[in-house]
């Protein structure tokens, strides 16, 4: 059963922008520390970023950090994550997850540690 739901993928430019979004009809997304991870074809699948439920605490992968922003809405129960400047080599499937149990912080950034999980949304780079 697919818990959460991604958009907002799409093709778009090198130094283009795009804005992901996740929520859930199963989960209040607030009670969870959420990450989005992606996946590129024929490569493992990498924690790229993660906000914690309890002090907002928030990761970021060393290669988007300062390019993507992960945020909160929770009057719209998603998790949101802004990508800026996209290079040539962030093309993948971008999938949001959250580990089993409510209110913790982000485990390690590794997608054996997260129990739910979306179905994707894909983000082409191209010009």
């Known amino acids: 059963q697919v818990q959460f739901v991604e958009s907002g993928g799409g093709l778009v430019q090198p130094g283009g922008s795009l804005r992901l979004s996740c929520t859930s009809s199963?989960?209040?997304?607030?009670?969870?520390?959420v990450a989005w991870f992606r996946q590129a074809p024929g490569k493992g699948r990498e924690g790229i970023s993660c906000?914690?439920?309890?002090?907002?605490?928030?990761y970021y992968m060393n290669s988007v950090e300062g390019r993507f922003t992960i945020s909160r809405n929770k009057a719209a129960n998603t998790v949101d994550l802004q990508l800026n400047s996209l290079k040539p080599d962030d093309p993948a499937t971008y999938y949001c997850?959250?580990?089993?149990?409510?209110?913790?912080?982000?485990?390690?950034?590794?997608?054996?540690?997260?129990?739910?999980w979306g179905q994707g949304t894909q983000v082409t780079v191209s010009s």
């Open positions: 997850a959250a580990p089993s149990l409510k209110y913790g912080r982000c485990p390690t950034p590794d997608a054996n540690e997260f129990a739910r």
């Open positions: 199963l989960f209040t997304l607030d009670d969870y520390a």
């Open positions: 906000i914690s439920s309890t002090d907002r605490t928030k």
